[in-house]
């Protein structure tokens, strides 16, 4: 093989070689300028028409809007051309559509909307935005007011918790469990608010995480994974939804009766409900500010997300869902989300690690006389006055659960 490859760049050394070499490219040079053609047209011009001037090439004219009729704007009527009009004198300047669309004049777009031809919404001015079309108004409102007060207000509410709850603790139960318990819920009221606390949370957390996850999750995780986390809690958000609804109304109807007014809340409300001063204040099944999160949180808060909610999933019969019709729901809904979590956060604290006994309440639906008394004492009254049943449920008491709430007395 050695002596091949010597061989072989001796051959090319040679100058027999680069003769040859050189005869060939010389020969070639000349073929080429013997059958030199003119290039073709891309669109030859008919048979007796001029030549293309200025460099036309396949009939298309190069334009430049700045020196075609740079006069054109002294014809009287220049204002009112349109789009066709101004395409004969100043190819390229379409100022009269875009005149038009800032008009709001309706034409022509494939989106499935009753307003699809319109492009840019009609002038409003939203309450915290400024005099301007409506698509930037709803985002003046919602990038100025909903996500930086909304998340302040959270926020707050939040780190009050954390306070106080550093300071207090759990409100505890000071005598001795008795052994003898009372129902405070029934499997169905038990039913009833747990299927709607787990829609509850699974709309809050995707609710918090889509409108302020990309300041204090996205620095974290990346794009990537936000991206695929906020379509899937999205998603979450929209099928929970129904169920919140179905199941808010379930519990509206199910406590609306010992959520009623009573003059002893006057009582509690003015004292705070001892929360304070470490001393409980007497109240029935419900005190005052369970009543005030029934009332200011599920009927009235609850009711205008659900609302707003159904709305934005298009879920609501004979309604016009256009853009601003979209938008003004957004805002509501997003607006009454924040104040009801606001006030279920409080809700949620008192009712696990804020009170001892009212977790195991909920989960067994039973609790010792010892916590009845202590904590709703006016409701305790009237059930060793025989006005209320200690038991509402059939059959017998369940005796893991009387132990339960024996226990959590104790601890």
Known sequence: MYRHLIQGMRRVAS????????LAISAGWANAQALKVEPAQDDPAPAGASAPA?????????????????????????????NAERGKVQPGNNAPM?????KGVTGYSSLPYPEAGNLIQPFVNYPGSRLTNAGEAWRQVRNNWIIPYGG???LIVLVAIGLFYAAKGSIPTHGAPTGRVIERFTYFERAAHWVNAIAFVALAISGIVMAFGKFFLLPIIGSTL??????????LHNFAGPLFAVSLLVVIVTFVKDNLPAKEDIQWLLKGGGLFSGVEVPSHRFNAGEKVVFWAGVFFFGLIVVGSGL????????????????QVAHMIHASAAVLMMALFMGHIYLGTIGMKGAYKAMKTGYVDETWAKEHHQLWHDDIKAGKIPAQRSPGPIDAVAAAEASNAVKA
Not at 61 to 73: Q, T
Not at 98 to 102: A, C, E, K, L, P
Request: charged share 20%; aromatic share 14%.
């Open 98 to 102: 875009w005149r038009d669309v800032g």
């Open 152 to 154: 302040s207000v959270l």
């Open 226 to 235: 936000f991206g695929w986390l906020t379509y899937a809690l999205k998603n």
């Open 54 to 82: 200025n460099g036309q090439v396949g009939g298309i004219r190069g334009a430049n809007i700045f020196e075609i009729a740079p006069d054109a704007s002294k014809d009287p009527k220049y204002s009112e051309q349109t």
């Open 311 to 326: 709305f934005l999933d298009k879920l609501l019969p004979t309604v016009d869902y256009t853009r601003g019709n979209m």
């Open 15 to 22: 100058p027999v070689f680069w003769s040859a070499a050189l």
